[in-house]
T-cell receptor
Framework: GESVGLHLPTLSVQEGDNSIINCAYS??????FIWYKQESGKGPQFIID?????DKRQGQRVTVLLNKTVKHLSLQIAATQPGDSAVYFC????????????FGTGTRLTIIP | DAGVTQSPTHLIKTRGQQVTLRCSPI?????VSWYQQVLGQGPQFIFQYYEKEERGRGNFPDRFSARQFPNYSSELNVNALLLGDSALYLC???????????FGSGTQLSVL
């Protein structure tokens, strides 16, 4: 069945270090992926997205890598800051134009000062 | 520019009651989607509306309904509330191409 899963439910990283959050998906037909950040009491905040015809995409301090061979997605955050502490979700969509995103359960990232 | 706005922010209802949640999308966005987020889990898709037409529906009972207005704002209605309907209800908007969904802060619904 279709699912999006995360390898680790929690991740603690020293401030200033880089962090990597991983995500596995099972639907090979998925063609669009998004990473969201959700802070307590707020809605998910768009971070970065990537289409299946790309392997890598960079934003400000963030990089998303997509490995279609093993159906794996990762979010790299460079030089983490206390404000990066949040729950991070990956989401996938396999129907262009349809906005039925399938979310994973999330990874809680904690930045240690 | 204002982001996606939702009202109310918090709501307390009792079992059997009905509730209406409201959402205003980002200016220029024609698509609105609704998601339910239970504590500790990722959001689950409920509905998508584009140009006032239902484009998608998730695995939710018929007690859940929605509509989109000419100004692209949207309402989510839930009838005959159950305790299990307690959750954060999120609205997301996009230009309509299936990309870059932007979420509001949600309505926290508590059913007692």
């Amino acid at each position: 069945g279709e699912s999006v899963g995360l390898h680790l439910p929690t991740l603690s990283v020293q401030e200033g270090d880089n962090s990597i959050i991983n995500c596995a998906y099972s639907n090979s037909a998925s063609d669009y992926f998004i990473w969201y950040k959700q802070e307590s009491g707020k809605g998910p905040q768009f971070i970065i997205d990537i289409r299946s015809n790309m392997d890598k995409r960079q934003g400000q301090r963030v990089t998303v890598l997509l490995n279609k061979t093993v159906k794996h997605l990762s979010l790299q955050i460079a030089a983490t800051q206390p404000g990066d502490s949040a729950v991070y979700f990956c989401a996938e969509n396999n129907a262009f134009g349809n906005e039925k995103l399938t979310f994973g359960t999330g990874t809680r990232l904690t930045i240690i000062p | 520019d204002a982001g996606v706005t939702q009202s109310p922010t918090h709501l307390i209802k009792t079992r059997g009651q009905q509730v209406t949640l409201r959402c205003s999308p980002i200016s220029g966005h024609k698509s609105v989607s609704w998601y339910q987020q239970v504590l500790g889990q990722g959001p689950q898709f409920i509905f998508q509306y584009y140009e006032k037409e239902e484009r998608g529906r998730g695995n939710f009972p018929d007690r859940f309904s929605a509509r989109q207005f000419p100004n692209y704002s949207s309402e989510l209605n839930v009838n005959a509330l159950l305790l299990g309907d307690s959750a954060l209800y999120l609205c997301a908007s996009s230009p309509g191409g299936g990309e870059k969904l932007f979420f509001g802060s949600g309505t926290q619904l508590s059913v007692l």
